[in-house]
């Protein structure tokens, strides 16, 4: 008998053992490569290859837009290209880069309390362009009253204060261009602790209403800007769009918005990496919580707090409690900016990555910023959640550069926004400035028909006086001094009215001339009628 046929399996076996170990190792490094290259979204070789295509900024804008062709035109950053840094040519390398360590510059803020209306307090730390110029990053100088320059109040991200690597990139790069940078760090962040019942969220605007009111009032030679970076981007944008043509601001600039919280939720739920990314997030808002557990125990639910595994956990079990929302959904749809966007009257940039792995595209309100000329919608393919590192050594981010160009090139134009909703500003006496209706003279008329003039004055004591000489003539009218009291009244009518009384005189002359026209003209036509005979 011959010798039994092989098995397929035992011949394909043997063939395997017959190539070299290493050649294995180079199939697992290659699978694992494009494996890893492909999770973590590289995009490396498309910005080698296409780089003159898939790097340009795109830009979306209404098409008579006088912001687009009157400033961001001359933006050349805007215009250009974004070329992430080589070995971070990942979003989530990015971001998590920029979160562990973002090589921010080193430098000391200037710390200022603010004590809101309902007692809680805010800290506002200070960086200006005369620390960055004298080159002294730790002895600060106070800005005076009377100082002119450009002031940027910057509000920051989610669980971030001002000691994040972005918020110290765009701080430095935004006082050297020089600028006086204000952060506005939310309550309960900063080191400073949470001393009311009212705690932020992702809708609440008050806060900065408030601070720009105080920095209006503090400095108001100095004109304001702000800039908001990624739920500070949804509050600021929420407060523009609350504001209208009342705000104070000359421009804004939103950075890495979430716009639409409802459809963040969904998305940040959806693949694997996005739920690390959530539940990474969750731990930051935990961490805020127990800095503030006295509170948290009170107000909201503690013990869902620390059993909370999403952000929409932790909003159920703290933010709806403290917010009093109905339903975390209810409070997603309150909040979100982008039923805002239509109503923005400053020159408003906005920038969002579109593989940002935090804030999606789908939540990008394209078409209302296209429809609203006072925005300009800037998104790069590539750049992370706040991230855009460039160059070589990652030493800058894209988006801080392009924001300074953008509010130079503002600040220098026409273009900015001017409050058309003036409060009328206190006179050296500190009281406001009467409309011209309310400027006098008054004609005060007595029960008995007695008529007395009454002129307008800033103080308010010889107002009194001539309405208390007013009341002594009612007082002294009798049937036995009628006509004199009469007379006195009318004279005095015409010593404080003087040219009011013709003027009167010259009104009635010409309302009545119509009428006394058609009466002599009805009088002559009837004149002129032939009578007529009965035969």
């Excluded at 703290?318 to 909040?335: I, L, N, P, Q, W």
């Excluded at 801080?400 to 001017?418: D, I, K, P, Y």
Aim: with cysteine.
């Amino acid at each position: 008998m011959g010798d039994p046929i092989p098995s397929p399996y035992d011949l394909l076996f043997q063939a395997l053992s017959l190539i070299p170990i290493r050649h294995y190792l180079y199939a697992f490094f290659t699978l694992w490569t494009v494996f890893f290259y492909n999770f973590l979204e590289f995009h490396f070789l498309g910005d080698t290859f296409l780089h003159y295509f898939k790097c340009r900024v795109n830009l979306v804008f209404h098409p008579d837009s006088p912001l687009y062709h009157g400033v961001v035109s001359r933006c050349r950053i805007l215009h250009g290209r974004y070329v992430a840094t080589p070995w971070l040519a990942s979003p989530h390398l990015q971001t998590c880069f920029l979160n562990f360590n973002g090589l921010p510059p080193v430098f000391t803020y200037t710390r200022q309390l603010f004590r809101a209306s309902d007692g809680g307090t805010i800290a506002l730390d200070w960086l200006t362009n005369s620390d960055v110029l004298d080159g002294d990053l730790h002895n600060q100088k106070e800005i005076t009253k009377q100082d002119t320059t450009h002031i940027a109040v910057v509000v920051p991200g989610l669980t971030s204060d001002s000691s994040s690597a972005y918020l110290k990139h765009l701080a430095y790069n935004t006082a050297k261009s020089g600028w006086n940078v204000v952060i506005s760090n939310h309550r309960g962040l900063g080191g400073v602790s949470v001393t009311s019942d009212r705690f932020y969220n992702a809708g609440w605007t008050e806060d900065i209403r408030v601070v720009i009111r105080y920095l209006q009032q503090e400095y108001p030679l100095a004109p304001l800007f702000a800039i908001g970076t990624s739920i500070g981007a949804n509050i600021l944008v929420k407060y523009l769009g609350e504001e209208g043509e009342k705000t104070p601001l000359r421009g804004a600039v939103a950075i890495c918005s979430p716009w639409d919280l409802l459809i963040g939720d969904r998305f940040i739920c959806r693949t694997l990496k996005q739920k690390l990314y959530d539940r990474a997030l969750t731990i930051g808002l935990q961490g805020y919580a127990q800095l503030h557990e006295p509170q948290y125990t009170r107000l909201a639910n503690w013990e869902g707090i620390k059993k909370s595994r999403s952000i929409r956990d932790f909003d159920n079990h703290a933010t709806c409690h403290v917010g009093k929302f109905e339903t975390v959904d209810t409070y997603y749809r309150k909040s979100s900016s982008t039923q805002y966007v239509g109503n923005v009257a400053v020159p408003l940039l906005c920038i969002s990555a579109l593989d940002d792995p935090l804030c999606t595209k789908e939540a990008i309100p394209w078409e209302e910023c296209r429809a609203n000329k006072n925005i300009v919608l800037a998104t790069t393919n590539h750049g992370g959640h706040l991230a855009f590192f460039e160059g070589l050594t990652a030493s800058s981010l894209w988006w801080v550069r392009a924001t300074n160009e953008f509010l130079g090139a503002l600040s220098c134009s026409r273009h900015m926004h001017v409050r058309k909703v003036q409060e009328s500003r206190s006179s050296e006496s500190g009281k406001q400035k009467e409309p011209s209706i309310n400027q006098g003279p008054y004609l005060n008329t007595g029960e008995d028909g007695l008529v007395a003039a009454v002129k307008y004055e800033q103080n308010t004591n010889s107002t009194a006086t001539s309405s208390e000489e007013a009341t002594q003539l009612l007082n002294q009218t009798g049937p036995q001094h009628k006509d004199t009291v009469t007379k006195r009244s009318f004279n005095k009518l015409c010593r404080q009215t003087k040219g009011s009384v013709w003027l009167i005189g010259y009104i009635g002359v010409v309302t009545g001339f119509p009428l006394v026209g058609m009466l002599i003209n009805y009088l002559f036509r009837k004149k002129q009628q032939p009578t007529t005979s009965n035969y």
